[in-house]
């Protein structure tokens, strides 16, 4: 078996599916990312433009508003296959074998049924801003340079529904080592001690990962 941070792998289907999913996932964290460096760009543009002609970026805070979903949300699935969610490791670490996944299981279960309530609110919420025939396929604007707000609202159920796809896999993948008593079930994050953690981040930072 080989692994990508804390996540085995195999040559079973549901680890085929895992690593397909998670290029998407990587693809989504890549956007994210980029809005972030795009936003600093738009605030070295702004504040310079302040500073050397008196005049700030147009509709500044409106491209912030309109990259803030991308930075939120669109790297949540990412972050949610290896494990990078805050939660209580000191807690879950002490569980072995069916108890533990049976506790995955069920707080896996309860994530999942919350998402698909938010998947169907936010795709709701689209819906509302988004119209073929307005302006721009608007209802909604921002308040300085009108630019519409569709995009950022789409974001939303785009990024929760991916999640929800990640926890599906993510309970099918408990339910298996639960059934099985597996040692090392694939295509979940397993729970490794401060030794590990340090050399996985050493080892990241070297730039040596495998």
Do not use: C
Not at 79 to 84: A, C, K, N
Request: aromatic share 10%.
């Amino acid at each position: 078996m080989a692994g990508s941070s804390l996540v085995l792998s195999d040559d079973s289907l549901l680890s085929r599916v895992d690593r397909r999913l998670y290029r998407l996932e990587r693809i989504f964290a890549l956007i994210s990312g980029l809005a972030v460096f795009s936003l600093m760009i738009l605030a070295v543009i702004s504040v310079s433009g302040r500073n050397f002609f008196n005049q700030p970026l147009p509709g500044y805070v409106d491209w912030i508003e309109q990259a803030m979903p991308l930075i939120a949300f669109m790297g949540i699935a990412f972050t949610q296959r290896d494990g990078g969610h805050i939660r209580m490791d000191m807690v879950v670490g002490a569980l072995k074998g069916r108890t533990l996944y049976a506790v995955e299981f069920i707080t896996t279960l309860a994530i999942f049924a919350l998402m698909v309530l938010l998947v169907w609110g936010t795709w709701a919420h689209f819906q509302r801003s988004f119209d073929f025939g307005s302006p721009m396929w608007s209802r909604d604007s921002s308040m300085d340079i009108a630019l519409p707000i569709w995009p950022a609202k789409l974001m939303a159920p785009l990024a929760f529904g991916l999640l929800a796809l990640r926890l599906a896999l993510q309970l099918v993948a408990y339910a298996r080592a639960f059934l099985n008593n597996m040692d090392q079930p694939v295509a979940v994050p397993l729970i490794a001690d401060a030794a590990t953690q340090a050399a996985m981040e050493a080892e990241q930072v070297s730039g040596n990962e495998k």
